[in-house]
């Protein structure tokens, strides 16, 4: 399966969720992220999320798709301009929209027109002046140079076949001194092939993964500094429900990575 097939497998996946209003991250559709009785506010609680920033986001918003919390990784400054990386129906980005305030913007990008749909309607819903959804590919943003304070993302870019790329946009639409904090799912044991080519894990957080070195070292040629990248190994038993019984636990993990523009 070439880079184009996968690119259209995981846009016409998230399309059906946005479409059906699923809360699975991972195919076949009766499985999810974290167990198929837990809800969407189960997921994210177990990724990290407060009871506040639940109570925060309009209904639907928060459609159990991540894998951690970006939000906890980096302090957002009133008046700041965040960009989050698949943004789905926009569940980080109205959280962000909270810390930058009304003299902020949030710019969420996402390659999913259902997707696109559903997060400007739920902005509309709530007033969200300071929030805007964009059409766009990862590798692609249609924004300008040295515009946002904060780059974000949660559980997208394992998705992304030309994951270098994504690295090198997020630092061209940062500014001096910007940071970049993605909560997403790394490898961290070579998978069996069989994992490896399974469609299901292609668009299910799972296959995609990129070991932690191999992440470091995209983020470090595309010029950023101060480069981590944290392993959650904690969340073990979260990572074994997505593909119930067959071992993915053994070579995947959530991590949080951090790094800076000089």
Known sequence: ?????????????YGGIAAASETSCCA?????????EATSHDKARRMGYSEAELAAVPEGANLGLGCGNPQAIVAMQSGETVVDLGS???????????QVGET???IGFDMTDGMLKKARSNAARIGAGNVEFRLGELEHLPIADNTADVVISNCVINLVPDKEQVFREAFRVLKSGGRLAVSDVINIAPLPAELRADPALLCGCVAGAAPAERIEAWLSEAGFVEVRVKPNFESREMVKSW????????????????????
Not at 1 to 13: F, G, L, N, P, S
Not at 28 to 36: E, I, Y
Not at 88 to 98: K, M, S, T
């Open 1 to 13: 399966m070439d880079d184009v097939q996968i690119k259209e497998m995981v846009r016409a996946r």
């Open 243 to 262: 593909a119930s019984g067959r071992g993915v636990e053994d070579y995947i993990a959530p991590a949080m990575v951090e790094a800076r523009k000089p």
């Open 104 to 106: 902020g913007r949030v």
């Open 88 to 98: 789905g129906a926009g569940f980080d980005c109205f959280l962000a929209a909270r």
């Open 28 to 36: 076949p559709p009766a499985s999810s992220c974290c167990g198929p």
